[in-house]
């Protein structure tokens, strides 16, 4: 994977990714973006940030995480080397 | 089994590193993280807490070695580890951190195998709660793992417990091997169905030999006091035991695995019969205060095991075992 973050004009900093589809899934985003009238890469985008968001969205998981991440806070500072 | 995909990781790692889920997404490696789920194995069942345990240990073992947050890989793979737990209905207790952050790192380094980890994160597994509805972005169809995490079957109340199989003894020397054996004759002896820390604690007296018991010896502390006290603290059961008689959950369970973690401070993967009596000191139960009591507090037996030079023969005992068990 070759990938590159960019900082420009004020903007929010980007990332150039490639990303390895299978054909036919390829050949479907190419589909959306003629269709759409859009670039390959902004369909793509628009599809990881969508699904990223659902997780967010995601009571349970976010509920299961905080309950995870609160009982084990001690051991995460101790791996992030917080503490002595 | 719910399995975890490239943007449960964003989630995980935007949440653990304080970052969100935007920046999380920018400083993600996918490739890594594509690499590190492809690594974790597909058993066709994961029947009880052992199986999870595997399954979440390698996963751990990936995400260390394809570190999708490079600067942060222990932190995130061990919430990732924590979070796979939980969204299939397991909760982990990990305390005492310290002896985790030791675990974690022996993993990291390769030190361990992931099937060593997940004996140790067997014992602190539980299953608190109902197992909900399945996420609904997460399902077996098309998932990376396609692992089924069922919910474990309820054993009989007398087989409840954990076996401990040939992989687990060739790590234990032979005094510390057959100290496990004493443990189950005495819980047996005393009607006990179970083997819980005082067993495995009239084990090591029974044995009576290697650098666990010396080390009580020379903290002056009377073996037929101990035996006695434990005894007295313990009861005597019901008998009537039948069948085998395993480590009780998650007492037993938790002492026995708490000699790995010794064992790896002390630099070895080797476990002799002092990493079975500092792992006592995992459980504030009657055999650790039975110890204490009688002047074998915690800081005094890991000072003596410290100034102890009985250790390397000890070693040498288990490195010569191991070979002839392999």
């Known amino acids: 994977m070759a990938e590159k973050l960019t900082r420009g004009g004020g903007s929010s900093p980007t990332k150039n990714m490639v990303l390895r589809l299978d054909l036919d899934l390829a050949e479907r985003l190419a589909g959306i973006a003629e269709v759409e009238g859009r670039s390959v890469s902004d369909v793509a985008r628009e599809a990881i940030a969508a699904l990223v968001e659902a997780r967010r969205k995601d009571k349970r998981f976010r509920r299961l995480l905080e309950d995870s991440l609160a009982r084990h806070q001690r051991l995460l500072d101790l791996l992030r080397g917080d503490e002595p | ?326």
Not at chain 2, 45 to 66: E, K, N, R, T, V
Not at chain 2, 226 to 240: C, F, K, N, Y
């Open chain 2, 1 to 326: 089994m719910t399995a975890l995909d490239v943007a449960d990781l964003v989630v995980i790692g935007g949440q653990v590193l304080g970052i969100g889920t935007g920046a999380a997404l920018e400083q993600i490696d996918p490739q890594a993280a594509e690499a590190a789920l492809a690594e974790a194995p597909v058993p066709l069942s994961l029947p009880d807490s052992y199986a999870a345990a595997a399954a979440c240990a390698h996963l751990m073992s990936g995400l260390l070695q394809h570190p999708p947050f490079p600067d942060h890989r222990e932190q995130v793979a061990v919430a990732v580890g924590l979070q796979f737990l939980a969204v299939n209905g397991w909760q982990a207790d990990l305390d005492p951190p310290h002896v985790a952050v030791i675990v974690v790192q022996c993993l990291a380094s390769g030190r361990i195998e992931p099937d060593d980890m997940a004996m140790w994160l067997a014992a602190r597994l539980s299953a608190p709660a109902a197992r909900g509805a399945r996420m609904p972005h997460l399902s077996n169809k098309g998932s990376r793992m396609r692992l089924p995490l069922h919910r474990p079957a309820r054993r009989a109340r007398g087989g409840a417990g954990m076996s401990v199989d040939g992989r687990m003894l060739a790590r234990f020397s032979d005094y510390a091997a057959a100290a496990v054996f004493m443990a189950r004759q005495e819980a047996r002896r005393l009607g006990h169905g179970s083997v819980d820390p005082e067993h495995l604690l009239l084990g090591l007296i029974r044995v009576g030999e290697g650098n666990g018991i010396s080390a009580l010896d020379r903290l002056g502390v009377s073996r037929e006091a101990l035996r006695r006290q434990l005894e007295e603290s313990v009861g005597h059961g019901p008998g009537g035991t039948y069948g085998p008689v395993r480590f009780s959950r998650p007492r037993g369970q938790k002492v026995l695995t708490s000699a790995l973690p010794e064992a790896l401070a002390q630099g070895t993967t080797d476990i002799c019969t002092v990493h079975l009596l500092l792992a006592q000191y995992h459980d504030d139960g009657p055999a650790s205060r039975t110890l204490a009591g009688l002047g074998a507090t915690e800081d005094r037996v890991r000072d003596t095991v410290r100034c102890a030079t009985g250790v390397d023969l000890e070693e040498r005992v288990t490195r010569r075992a191991r070979a002839a068990r392999v």
